[in-house]
Protein backbone atom coordinates (compact mmCIF):
# COMPACT_ATOMS: atom_id res chain seq x y z
CA UNK A 1 0.00 0.00 0.00
CA UNK A 2 2.96 2.52 0.66
CA UNK A 3 3.99 2.01 -2.70
CA UNK A 4 0.73 2.33 -4.23
CA UNK A 5 0.33 5.93 -2.43
CA UNK A 6 3.94 7.20 -3.33
CA UNK A 7 2.85 6.43 -7.08
CA UNK A 8 -0.19 8.19 -7.10
CA UNK A 9 1.53 11.38 -4.95
CA UNK A 10 4.22 10.93 -8.11
CA UNK A 11 1.48 11.00 -10.61
CA UNK A 12 -0.92 13.62 -9.19
CA UNK A 13 2.46 16.37 -8.45
CA UNK A 14 3.10 16.05 -11.96
CA UNK A 15 -0.06 16.84 -13.07
CA UNK A 16 0.04 19.41 -10.96
CA UNK A 17 2.88 20.69 -12.66
CA UNK A 18 1.89 20.17 -16.16
CA UNK A 19 4.04 17.31 -16.78
CA UNK A 20 4.48 13.98 -15.42
CA UNK A 21 7.99 11.77 -14.72
CA UNK A 22 8.25 8.85 -16.43
CA UNK A 23 9.73 6.24 -14.48
CA UNK A 24 12.46 4.05 -16.15
CA UNK A 25 10.49 0.62 -14.89
CA UNK A 26 7.46 2.05 -17.23
CA UNK A 27 7.86 0.04 -19.73
CA UNK A 28 7.54 -3.87 -17.54
CA UNK A 29 5.27 -2.41 -14.94
CA UNK A 30 1.45 -1.97 -13.63
CA UNK A 31 0.31 0.47 -11.70
CA UNK A 32 -2.47 0.20 -9.21
CA UNK A 33 -5.03 3.00 -8.60
CA UNK A 34 -7.55 2.69 -5.53
CA UNK A 35 -10.41 4.96 -4.65
CA UNK A 36 -12.74 4.18 -1.48
CA UNK A 37 -15.49 3.44 -3.85
CA UNK A 38 -14.02 0.66 -5.24
CA UNK A 39 -13.65 -2.57 -3.76
CA UNK A 40 -10.93 -4.39 -5.68
CA UNK A 41 -8.13 -3.69 -7.62
CA UNK A 42 -8.31 -2.18 -10.33
CA UNK A 43 -4.77 -3.19 -13.42
CA UNK A 44 -4.26 0.01 -15.60
CA UNK A 45 -1.28 1.22 -17.56
CA UNK A 46 -0.82 4.82 -17.37
CA UNK A 47 -1.33 4.62 -21.78
CA UNK A 48 -5.25 3.14 -20.50
CA UNK A 49 -6.04 6.45 -19.66
CA UNK A 50 -8.30 8.23 -22.36
CA UNK A 51 -6.32 11.87 -22.35
CA UNK A 52 -2.80 10.17 -22.68
CA UNK A 53 -0.51 9.00 -25.39
CA UNK A 54 2.73 7.41 -25.08
CA UNK A 55 4.64 6.40 -28.15
CA UNK A 56 8.32 5.23 -28.06
CA UNK A 57 9.55 5.93 -24.58
CA UNK A 58 12.71 6.38 -23.27
CA UNK A 59 14.42 7.04 -19.91
CA UNK A 60 14.61 10.52 -18.82
CA UNK A 61 11.13 11.80 -21.27
CA UNK A 62 8.30 13.85 -19.04
CA UNK A 63 4.42 14.45 -20.22
CA UNK A 64 3.86 17.31 -21.15
CA UNK A 65 -0.38 18.74 -21.98
CA UNK A 66 -1.05 19.14 -25.45
CA UNK A 67 -3.78 21.96 -25.87
CA UNK A 68 -4.07 21.26 -29.97
CA UNK A 69 -4.65 17.37 -29.67
CA UNK A 70 -6.00 17.88 -25.97
CA UNK A 71 -3.37 14.77 -24.64
CA UNK A 72 -0.37 14.42 -22.33
CA UNK A 73 2.08 13.13 -24.53
CA UNK A 74 5.99 11.96 -23.82
CA UNK A 75 8.67 14.40 -24.94
CA UNK A 76 12.45 14.87 -24.03
CA UNK A 77 13.58 17.15 -21.40
CA UNK A 78 15.19 19.19 -23.61
CA UNK A 79 12.12 20.79 -26.01
CA UNK A 80 10.95 22.69 -22.20
CA UNK A 81 11.67 26.01 -22.26
CA UNK A 82 13.92 27.38 -19.27
CA UNK A 83 12.83 30.84 -17.88
CA UNK A 84 15.68 31.19 -15.80
CA UNK A 85 17.17 34.41 -16.40
CA UNK A 86 20.63 35.36 -15.71
CA UNK A 87 21.89 39.04 -14.85
CA UNK A 88 25.21 41.12 -13.96
CA UNK A 89 24.63 43.21 -10.75
CA UNK A 90 26.60 46.05 -10.35
CA UNK A 91 29.36 48.16 -12.65
CA UNK A 92 32.59 45.77 -12.38
CA UNK A 93 33.30 43.39 -15.18
CA UNK A 94 30.15 40.91 -16.16
CA UNK A 95 30.45 37.49 -15.17
CA UNK A 96 26.71 36.14 -16.70
CA UNK A 97 27.74 35.20 -20.42
CA UNK A 98 23.89 34.79 -21.72
CA UNK A 99 19.97 34.44 -20.29
CA UNK A 100 20.67 30.35 -19.56
CA UNK A 101 23.12 30.89 -16.82
CA UNK A 102 26.24 30.76 -18.60
CA UNK A 103 28.73 32.58 -16.55
CA UNK A 104 32.25 33.51 -17.95
CA UNK A 105 35.41 31.86 -16.42
CA UNK A 106 37.67 33.66 -14.87
CA UNK A 107 41.67 33.81 -15.90
CA UNK A 108 44.24 34.76 -13.71
CA UNK A 109 46.98 37.14 -14.86
CA UNK A 110 50.47 38.35 -14.16
CA UNK A 111 50.83 38.97 -10.69
CA UNK A 112 46.66 37.68 -9.55
CA UNK A 113 45.82 34.55 -8.27
CA UNK A 114 42.32 32.99 -7.87
CA UNK A 115 41.54 30.55 -5.49
CA UNK A 116 37.59 28.79 -5.49
CA UNK A 117 35.59 27.40 -2.22
CA UNK A 118 32.26 26.55 -2.30
CA UNK A 119 30.76 29.71 -1.35
CA UNK A 120 33.78 32.40 -2.62
CA UNK A 121 35.95 33.23 -5.30
CA UNK A 122 39.25 35.00 -3.66
CA UNK A 123 41.24 37.18 -6.29
CA UNK A 124 44.49 37.77 -4.60
CA UNK A 125 47.62 40.20 -5.88
CA UNK A 126 50.64 37.45 -5.53
CA UNK A 127 53.16 40.92 -6.75
CA UNK A 128 52.49 43.49 -4.02
CA UNK A 129 53.93 46.52 -4.64
CA UNK A 130 57.62 46.86 -2.30
CA UNK A 131 59.35 49.89 -3.49
CA UNK A 132 60.81 51.24 -0.35
CA UNK A 133 61.41 55.11 0.09
CA UNK A 134 63.68 57.10 2.36
CA UNK A 135 65.97 60.38 2.04
CA UNK A 136 69.42 60.36 2.12
CA UNK A 137 71.53 63.09 3.46
CA UNK A 138 70.92 65.55 6.14
CA UNK A 139 69.14 68.65 4.69
CA UNK A 140 65.56 69.24 3.74
CA UNK A 141 63.53 65.86 3.24
CA UNK A 142 61.84 65.09 -0.67
CA UNK A 143 60.09 61.93 1.10
CA UNK A 144 57.18 62.28 3.19
CA UNK A 145 55.65 59.25 4.38
CA UNK A 146 54.01 56.17 3.33
CA UNK A 147 53.82 54.67 0.20
CA UNK A 148 56.40 56.51 -1.50
CA UNK A 149 54.73 60.06 -0.90
CA UNK A 150 56.65 62.81 -1.55
CA UNK A 151 56.40 66.65 -0.73
CA UNK A 152 56.32 69.07 -3.83
CA UNK A 153 58.54 71.68 -4.61
CA UNK A 154 57.47 75.21 -4.19
CA UNK A 155 58.93 78.08 -5.75
CA UNK A 156 59.86 81.44 -4.20
CA UNK A 157 59.44 84.86 -6.34
CA UNK A 158 62.97 84.95 -6.96
CA UNK A 159 63.12 81.18 -7.78
CA UNK A 160 61.22 79.37 -10.51
CA UNK A 161 60.12 75.69 -10.67
CA UNK A 162 59.57 73.60 -14.33
CA UNK A 163 58.45 70.35 -14.17
CA UNK A 164 59.52 68.45 -17.43
CA UNK A 165 58.93 64.71 -18.59
CA UNK A 166 62.35 63.25 -16.88
CA UNK A 167 63.77 66.41 -14.87
CA UNK A 168 62.49 69.79 -12.58
CA UNK A 169 64.36 72.69 -13.56
CA UNK A 170 65.34 75.48 -11.28
CA UNK A 171 66.05 78.90 -12.09
CA UNK A 172 67.09 82.31 -10.22
CA UNK A 173 65.00 84.96 -11.87
CA UNK A 174 67.25 87.60 -10.85
CA UNK A 175 64.87 89.96 -9.46
CA UNK A 176 64.20 90.32 -5.30
CA UNK A 177 60.86 91.76 -4.59
CA UNK A 178 61.73 92.82 -0.72
CA UNK A 179 65.64 93.79 0.18
CA UNK A 180 66.82 92.41 3.05
CA UNK A 181 70.02 93.90 4.12
CA UNK A 182 69.89 95.41 7.43
CA UNK A 183 72.16 98.41 8.65
CA UNK A 184 73.34 98.86 11.93
CA UNK A 185 75.69 100.63 14.29
CA UNK A 186 78.07 99.13 16.31
CA UNK A 187 80.55 100.19 18.83
CA UNK A 188 79.83 103.87 21.34
CA UNK A 189 81.71 106.07 18.49
CA UNK A 190 79.67 108.70 16.67
CA UNK A 191 76.21 107.34 14.84
CA UNK A 192 77.46 107.06 11.10
CA UNK A 193 74.03 104.93 9.75
CA UNK A 194 71.32 106.94 10.23
CA UNK A 195 68.76 105.22 12.45
CA UNK A 196 65.52 103.73 11.30
CA UNK A 197 66.59 104.12 7.75
CA UNK A 198 67.06 101.62 4.96
CA UNK A 199 71.23 101.84 4.83
CA UNK A 200 71.45 104.96 4.98
CA UNK A 201 75.03 106.54 6.09
CA UNK A 202 75.67 110.12 6.83
CA UNK A 203 78.11 112.22 4.60
CA UNK A 204 81.60 112.86 6.25
CA UNK A 205 82.62 116.33 6.38
CA UNK A 206 86.30 117.78 6.97
CA UNK A 207 86.86 120.14 10.14
CA UNK A 208 89.85 122.25 10.93
CA UNK A 209 92.95 120.55 10.14
CA UNK A 210 91.53 118.28 8.41
CA UNK A 211 90.69 117.34 4.30
CA UNK A 212 88.80 114.35 3.24
CA UNK A 213 89.45 112.94 -0.26
CA UNK A 214 87.14 110.17 -1.83
CA UNK A 215 88.31 107.25 -3.89
CA UNK A 216 86.58 103.98 -5.15
CA UNK A 217 87.73 101.58 -2.28
CA UNK A 218 88.56 104.34 0.58
CA UNK A 219 87.95 107.22 2.15
CA UNK A 220 91.28 109.08 2.85
CA UNK A 221 91.64 111.62 6.17
CA UNK A 222 94.49 113.99 5.94
CA UNK A 223 95.84 116.20 8.96
CA UNK A 224 96.36 119.92 6.93
CA UNK A 225 96.73 122.19 10.47
CA UNK A 226 98.33 121.71 13.61
CA UNK A 227 97.51 118.95 15.96
CA UNK A 228 98.46 118.35 19.33
CA UNK A 229 100.63 115.70 19.72
CA UNK A 230 98.33 113.66 22.08
CA UNK A 231 98.12 110.03 21.24
CA UNK A 232 96.85 106.89 22.34
CA UNK A 233 98.49 103.67 23.18
CA UNK A 234 100.08 101.69 20.36
CA UNK A 235 100.07 105.47 18.31
CA UNK A 236 103.19 107.47 18.82
CA UNK A 237 102.65 111.19 17.57
CA UNK A 238 105.62 113.54 15.98
CA UNK A 239 105.73 116.68 14.44
CA UNK A 240 103.00 119.32 13.76
CA UNK A 241 101.00 120.28 10.20
CA UNK A 242 101.58 117.43 9.20
CA UNK A 243 101.78 115.31 12.29
CA UNK A 244 103.44 111.69 11.30
CA UNK A 245 101.40 109.05 13.16
CA UNK A 246 103.21 105.87 13.93
CA UNK A 247 102.00 102.55 14.71
CA UNK A 248 104.29 101.55 17.77
CA UNK A 249 102.10 97.94 18.12
CA UNK A 250 101.99 96.52 14.08
CA UNK A 251 99.83 93.41 13.58
CA UNK A 252 101.58 90.14 14.89
CA UNK A 253 98.79 87.27 13.33
CA UNK A 254 100.99 84.78 11.54
CA UNK A 255 99.35 82.69 9.12
CA UNK A 256 100.35 79.53 7.97
CA UNK A 257 98.98 75.73 6.02
CA UNK A 258 99.15 72.87 8.51
CA UNK A 259 98.42 69.21 7.18
CA UNK A 260 99.64 67.93 3.81
CA UNK A 261 96.35 69.06 1.66
CA UNK A 262 96.37 71.63 -0.57
CA UNK A 263 97.76 75.13 -0.04
CA UNK A 264 94.84 77.51 1.45
CA UNK A 265 96.92 80.38 2.35
CA UNK A 266 99.33 82.13 0.24
CA UNK A 267 102.94 82.16 1.89
CA UNK A 268 104.70 84.90 2.93
CA UNK A 269 101.75 86.74 2.58
CA UNK A 270 99.83 88.82 5.40
CA UNK A 271 97.05 86.24 6.04
CA UNK A 272 95.93 86.69 2.42
CA UNK A 273 94.02 83.68 1.55
CA UNK A 274 93.71 81.94 -2.11
CA UNK A 275 89.82 81.85 -3.08
CA UNK A 276 87.50 78.88 -3.94
CA UNK A 277 86.48 77.83 -7.29
CA UNK A 278 84.33 75.11 -7.74
CA UNK A 279 84.63 72.65 -10.21
CA UNK A 280 82.58 70.11 -12.52
CA UNK A 281 79.83 67.99 -9.87
CA UNK A 282 81.01 70.75 -7.29
CA UNK A 283 78.89 74.41 -6.77
CA UNK A 284 80.38 76.44 -3.29
CA UNK A 285 78.03 78.65 -1.25
CA UNK A 286 79.20 81.75 0.60
CA UNK A 287 77.48 83.00 3.99
CA UNK A 288 78.91 84.97 6.50
CA UNK A 289 80.10 81.99 8.79
CA UNK A 290 80.63 78.99 6.88
CA UNK A 291 81.19 77.93 3.14
CA UNK A 292 79.11 75.30 1.79
CA UNK A 293 80.57 72.39 -0.91
CA UNK A 294 77.88 70.99 -2.70
CA UNK A 295 78.07 67.75 -5.28
CA UNK A 296 76.07 68.88 -8.14
CA UNK A 297 76.70 65.06 -9.67
CA UNK A 298 76.53 62.57 -6.99
CA UNK A 299 77.11 59.17 -7.57
CA UNK A 300 74.46 56.82 -9.56
CA UNK A 301 75.79 53.44 -8.70
CA UNK A 302 77.66 50.65 -10.53
CA UNK A 303 76.04 47.81 -12.76
CA UNK A 304 77.65 45.33 -15.22
CA UNK A 305 77.15 45.58 -18.67
CA UNK A 306 77.38 41.59 -18.93
CA UNK A 307 79.25 38.52 -18.40
CA UNK A 308 80.58 38.02 -14.97
CA UNK A 309 80.33 40.82 -13.09
CA UNK A 310 83.32 42.07 -11.09
CA UNK A 311 80.98 44.64 -8.49
CA UNK A 312 80.99 43.05 -5.39
CA UNK A 313 78.03 45.99 -4.63
CA UNK A 314 76.27 48.10 -6.64
CA UNK A 315 75.33 50.47 -4.79
CA UNK A 316 78.87 51.76 -3.67
CA UNK A 317 81.03 50.59 -6.77
CA UNK A 318 83.22 48.29 -4.46
CA UNK A 319 85.17 45.73 -7.32
CA UNK A 320 86.06 42.39 -6.57
CA UNK A 321 89.84 41.86 -6.67
CA UNK A 322 91.30 39.77 -9.66
CA UNK A 323 93.09 35.98 -8.62
CA UNK A 324 95.25 34.73 -10.82
CA UNK A 325 94.95 31.08 -11.80
CA UNK A 326 97.44 28.57 -13.32
CA UNK A 327 98.83 30.05 -16.38
CA UNK A 328 97.76 32.94 -15.12
CA UNK A 329 99.44 36.51 -14.61
CA UNK A 330 97.97 39.88 -13.63
CA UNK A 331 100.00 43.19 -13.17
CA UNK A 332 98.55 46.24 -12.22
CA UNK A 333 99.86 49.69 -12.42
CA UNK A 334 97.41 53.53 -12.67
CA UNK A 335 95.23 53.07 -15.43
CA UNK A 336 94.81 49.31 -16.26
CA UNK A 337 95.30 45.71 -15.13
CA UNK A 338 97.07 43.38 -17.51
CA UNK A 339 96.10 39.59 -17.73
CA UNK A 340 98.35 37.26 -19.35
CA UNK A 341 99.13 33.80 -20.21
CA UNK A 342 102.46 32.39 -18.72
CA UNK A 343 102.43 28.97 -20.60
CA UNK A 344 104.77 28.78 -23.36
CA UNK A 345 105.26 25.91 -26.21
CA UNK A 346 108.62 24.65 -26.90
CA UNK A 347 109.76 21.73 -28.71
CA UNK A 348 111.50 18.47 -27.33
CA UNK A 349 113.64 16.28 -29.62
CA UNK A 350 115.50 16.76 -32.89
CA UNK A 351 112.49 15.70 -35.18
CA UNK A 352 110.55 18.82 -36.88
CA UNK A 353 109.11 21.22 -35.09
CA UNK A 354 104.60 21.17 -34.93
CA UNK A 355 104.56 24.83 -33.11
CA UNK A 356 103.39 27.24 -35.77
CA UNK A 357 106.40 29.85 -35.82
CA UNK A 358 104.08 32.62 -35.20
CA UNK A 359 103.59 31.04 -31.56
CA UNK A 360 105.47 32.89 -28.88
CA UNK A 361 105.65 32.93 -24.93
CA UNK A 362 101.89 34.25 -23.50
CA UNK A 363 99.70 33.40 -26.51
CA UNK A 364 98.43 29.75 -27.28
CA UNK A 365 100.04 27.01 -28.45
CA UNK A 366 99.37 27.08 -32.22
CA UNK A 367 100.39 23.42 -33.73
CA UNK A 368 100.39 22.92 -37.18
CA UNK A 369 98.60 20.43 -38.81
CA UNK A 370 99.51 16.96 -39.90
CA UNK A 371 98.78 16.02 -43.86
CA UNK A 372 99.91 12.63 -45.27
CA UNK A 373 99.99 11.45 -48.88
CA UNK A 374 99.62 8.23 -50.11
CA UNK A 375 101.08 5.29 -48.69
CA UNK A 376 101.17 7.21 -45.44
CA UNK A 377 97.75 8.22 -43.74
CA UNK A 378 96.76 10.29 -40.22
CA UNK A 379 93.90 9.89 -38.31
CA UNK A 380 92.84 12.15 -35.78
CA UNK A 381 91.38 10.95 -32.31
CA UNK A 382 89.45 12.24 -29.27
CA UNK A 383 92.98 12.63 -27.40
CA UNK A 384 95.88 11.27 -30.38
CA UNK A 385 96.51 11.34 -34.04
CA UNK A 386 97.24 7.99 -35.33
CA UNK A 387 100.07 7.81 -38.16
CA UNK A 388 99.87 4.60 -40.71
CA UNK A 389 101.40 3.33 -43.44
CA UNK A 390 98.90 0.86 -45.28
CA UNK A 391 101.23 -0.37 -48.03
CA UNK A 392 104.74 -0.23 -46.64
CA UNK A 393 105.53 -3.64 -47.09
CA UNK A 394 107.25 -3.26 -50.26
CA UNK A 395 109.66 -0.19 -50.41
CA UNK A 396 111.83 1.32 -52.87
CA UNK A 397 113.68 -1.01 -55.22
CA UNK A 398 111.75 -4.22 -54.02
CA UNK A 399 108.92 -2.66 -55.84
CA UNK A 400 108.18 -5.15 -58.61
CA UNK A 401 105.67 -4.00 -61.46
CA UNK A 402 103.17 -6.50 -62.52
CA UNK A 403 100.54 -6.22 -65.36
CA UNK A 404 96.95 -5.97 -64.24
CA UNK A 405 95.26 -6.45 -67.41
CA UNK A 406 95.19 -5.49 -70.93
CA UNK A 407 92.89 -4.99 -74.28
CA UNK A 408 93.68 -5.13 -77.96
CA UNK A 409 90.66 -4.22 -79.68
CA UNK A 410 90.61 -1.47 -82.24
CA UNK A 411 87.41 0.37 -81.56
CA UNK A 412 86.69 3.31 -84.15
CA UNK A 413 84.64 6.12 -82.13
CA UNK A 414 82.34 7.83 -84.59
CA UNK A 415 81.31 10.98 -83.61
CA UNK A 416 82.55 10.52 -80.15
CA UNK A 417 81.06 13.28 -78.68
CA UNK A 418 82.09 16.17 -76.18
CA UNK A 419 81.03 13.56 -72.55
CA UNK A 420 83.09 10.88 -72.12
CA UNK A 421 81.65 7.70 -73.15
CA UNK A 422 82.79 4.22 -72.78
CA UNK A 423 85.31 2.91 -75.11
CA UNK A 424 84.69 -0.89 -75.09
CA UNK A 425 80.93 -1.56 -74.34
CA UNK A 426 80.40 -4.93 -76.19
CA UNK A 427 79.09 -7.82 -73.64
CA UNK A 428 82.31 -10.06 -73.16
CA UNK A 429 84.92 -7.77 -74.03
CA UNK A 430 88.42 -7.96 -72.70
CA UNK A 431 88.33 -5.05 -70.36
CA UNK A 432 85.55 -6.90 -68.72
CA UNK A 433 88.52 -8.70 -67.50
CA UNK A 434 90.50 -5.36 -65.73
CA UNK A 435 90.17 -5.66 -62.43
CA UNK A 436 92.26 -4.07 -59.91
CA UNK A 437 93.09 -5.27 -56.08
CA UNK A 438 95.04 -2.10 -54.55
CA UNK A 439 95.85 -4.09 -51.32
CA UNK A 440 99.93 -3.38 -51.12
CA UNK A 441 99.82 -1.10 -54.30
CA UNK A 442 101.63 2.35 -54.71
CA UNK A 443 102.16 3.11 -58.41
CA UNK A 444 100.03 2.83 -61.22
CA UNK A 445 100.78 3.08 -65.47
CA UNK A 446 99.06 2.99 -68.50
CA UNK A 447 100.82 2.11 -71.66
CA UNK A 448 98.22 2.95 -74.64
CA UNK A 449 97.08 3.34 -78.69
CA UNK A 450 95.57 5.94 -79.55
CA UNK A 451 94.83 6.92 -83.28
CA UNK A 452 94.08 10.92 -83.41
CA UNK A 453 91.25 11.47 -85.95
CA UNK A 454 89.83 14.90 -85.95
CA UNK A 455 90.51 18.33 -85.08
CA UNK A 456 89.57 18.82 -81.37
CA UNK A 457 91.36 18.32 -77.63
CA UNK A 458 90.84 14.67 -77.23
CA UNK A 459 90.50 13.41 -73.79
CA UNK A 460 91.29 9.97 -72.92
CA UNK A 461 90.56 8.55 -69.64
CA UNK A 462 90.08 4.85 -67.16
CA UNK A 463 87.19 5.23 -64.34
CA UNK A 464 86.30 3.01 -61.91
CA UNK A 465 83.46 1.30 -63.76
CA UNK A 466 80.88 1.69 -60.58
CA UNK A 467 81.50 5.15 -60.00
CA UNK A 468 82.86 7.08 -62.58
CA UNK A 469 83.75 10.01 -60.70
CA UNK A 470 87.00 7.83 -59.25
CA UNK A 471 89.67 8.54 -61.91
CA UNK A 472 92.13 6.56 -62.03
CA UNK A 473 94.28 8.27 -64.68
CA UNK A 474 93.39 11.08 -67.33
CA UNK A 475 95.19 12.63 -70.00
CA UNK A 476 94.81 14.91 -73.09
CA UNK A 477 95.66 13.92 -76.77
CA UNK A 478 95.89 16.69 -80.08
CA UNK A 479 97.97 13.80 -82.00
CA UNK A 480 98.60 10.09 -82.39
CA UNK A 481 99.91 8.45 -79.61
CA UNK A 482 101.52 4.95 -80.60
CA UNK A 483 102.14 4.26 -77.53
CA UNK A 484 101.05 6.71 -75.12
CA UNK A 485 102.44 6.47 -71.51
CA UNK A 486 101.02 7.25 -68.30
CA UNK A 487 104.41 6.95 -66.88
CA UNK A 488 104.29 5.65 -62.99
CA UNK A 489 101.61 7.71 -60.66
CA UNK A 490 100.59 7.64 -57.10
CA UNK A 491 97.42 5.51 -56.97
CA UNK A 492 94.04 7.95 -56.29
CA UNK A 493 93.09 7.42 -51.94
CA UNK A 494 89.76 5.73 -53.95
CA UNK A 495 91.61 2.64 -54.75
CA UNK A 496 92.00 0.98 -51.63
CA UNK A 497 92.24 -2.69 -50.66
CA UNK A 498 89.02 -3.97 -52.81
CA UNK A 499 88.55 -4.79 -56.20
CA UNK A 500 88.24 -2.57 -58.94
CA UNK A 501 86.52 -2.81 -62.20
CA UNK A 502 88.02 -0.26 -64.57
CA UNK A 503 86.89 0.78 -68.08
CA UNK A 504 88.79 3.20 -70.60
CA UNK A 505 86.39 6.04 -71.83
CA UNK A 506 86.61 9.38 -74.54
CA UNK A 507 85.51 12.36 -75.55
CA UNK A 508 86.10 14.96 -77.56
CA UNK A 509 85.95 19.31 -77.59
CA UNK A 510 84.75 19.02 -81.20
CA UNK A 511 82.00 16.27 -81.08
CA UNK A 512 82.23 15.02 -84.60
CA UNK A 513 86.10 13.80 -84.32
CA UNK A 514 86.70 9.81 -85.41
CA UNK A 515 89.31 8.86 -83.53
CA UNK A 516 90.22 4.59 -83.32
CA UNK A 517 91.24 3.51 -79.40
CA UNK A 518 93.69 0.30 -80.33
CA UNK A 519 93.84 -1.23 -76.89
CA UNK A 520 96.05 -0.51 -73.18
CA UNK A 521 98.10 -2.19 -70.74
CA UNK A 522 97.42 -1.78 -66.99
CA UNK A 523 100.45 -2.19 -64.98
CA UNK A 524 100.84 -1.49 -60.85
CA UNK A 525 104.23 -1.97 -58.59
Not at 236 to 257: D, I
Not at 396 to 417: C, W
Amino acid sequence: MNSDIKICCTVMAGIALGFILIPAFHGGDTYFLMSSAQTANVSLALDDLTDVTIINVMDGQIIIYNSTSGQWENMNQTTVSDSTVCGNLGAGILICAGDNVQLKSLIAGTGISITNSSTTITIANTLPENTVCANVGSYAQVYKDGSCNFRTLKGSPDISIVQGTNDITFDYNGTLVTESTVCGNIGTGTIIHVVSSNCNAKSLKAGTGLSITNSSNSITYTNTGVISNSCSSGISCSGTNPSTFTNTSPESTVCSNIGTGTIVHVTSSNCNAKSFKAGTGLSIANTSNSITYTNTLPEQGCSSAGGTTLLKTDSTCVFKGLASGVGISITSNTNNNTISNTYSCSTTGIGSTLINASTTTGKNCILKGLSATYPITVTGGLNDITIACADCSIKGSTQIPREMGQVFVSKIMTNIGTTNVDIYTTAFDEEDMINIDCTNVIDLRVRFMWDYVGTGTQTVRWVDANNNANVLYSTTLIVDNDPGDSSWFTKPGWCTGVTNLIEMQGSSTVAGDDPVAKGYVLYAR
